[in-house]
């Protein structure tokens, strides 16, 4: 991706700038998108059955995360065994893929979530920025391996976005040598933003047509990966389920994106 992008994204994330680096739903192993059907929109959240008594009485790591519509968006709640954290992709339309459970269009924007690990992307004791910059080039020879492409050349940098927590957060981005369908559209570069949260990596991905400038992805990718909160436990998903189906969620979690810019 071109230095266009990583100028966009800091004029996106308005008060953020770069971080001196260190001398870097679906899991590491989901394949770069693939054709499918136009995403449809929401209807009522699917109804999650309560936790069986096994279940609350389950080992830290079998607790699941989930992606839940909110009104506002959806909540991506990630649970892996003691890293627990949250946030919003914001949108005044959100919309689910029907196809593929990774891919939510926000306001016209298609938006894919995974996430991974050190130890799944064969870098179990880098953390941090070493992890980040581990996982693009992993992710990138992933999905030239998948097209058939030669070796591509990603570029991005760190942005310190002030989370805390010993949270950071990595964008960049990739031009692929020709087009290739995502969601029925024709696409041939990919925005990406990267957190790590411990050992753990969530990827937002924003396939781009030739003719689309990076703004509304880079505005939207940057209201969510503000939004990520690092939680001190297991999220309780199906808690959160119940009381966004029964309208009476907490609006702190709507509260975290903040009007769009």
Not at 69 to 77: K, N, Q, T
Not at 99 to 127: C, F
Request: with cysteine; proline share 13%.
């Amino acid at each position: 991706m071109k230095t266009s992008l990583c100028l966009v994204l800091l004029l996106a994330v308005g008060c953020a700038h770069p971080a001196v680096a260190p001398a870097p739903v679906a899991t590491a192993k989901a394949p770069p998108p693939t054709p499918a059907t136009p995403p449809a929109a929401p209807a009522v959240p699917p109804a999650v059955a309560p936790p069986s008594p096994e279940r609350e009485s389950a080992p830290l790591q079998s607790v699941p995360s989930a992606r839940i519509f909110i009104g506002c968006g959806f909540l991506v709640a990630e649970n892996h065994g003691p890293t627990a954290f949250s946030l919003v992709l914001p949108a005044a339309n959100p919309k689910q893929s029907m196809s593929d459970p990774s891919n939510v269009l926000l306001d016209g924007v298609l938006v894919r979530t995974t996430v991974t690990t050190a130890a799944e992307i064969g870098a179990s004791k880098l953390r941090g920025y070493d992890l980040l910059r581990h996982q693009m080039a992993w992710q990138a020879d992933h999905v030239a391996s998948a097209h058939g492409w030669p070796k591509l050349k990603p570029e991005g940098e760190p942005m310190d976005l002030h989370l805390g927590d010993g949270v950071k957060i990595w964008f960049w981005g990739l031009d692929a040598p020709e087009p290739f369908d995502v969601e029925g559209v024709k696409v041939n570069r990919v925005a990406y933003v990267t957190a790590a949260v411990d050992d753990v990596v969530l990827v937002l991905a924003s396939p781009l047509p030739p003719e689309d400038d990076f703004g509304p992805a880079a505005r939207v990718m940057s209201r969510a990966i503000k939004s990520l909160r690092r939680s001190p436990g297991p999220i309780d998903v199906f808690a959160v389920q119940e009381t966004a189906a029964a309208g009476k969620l907490d609006p702190a979690f709507c509260a975290r994106v903040g009007p769009p810019s």
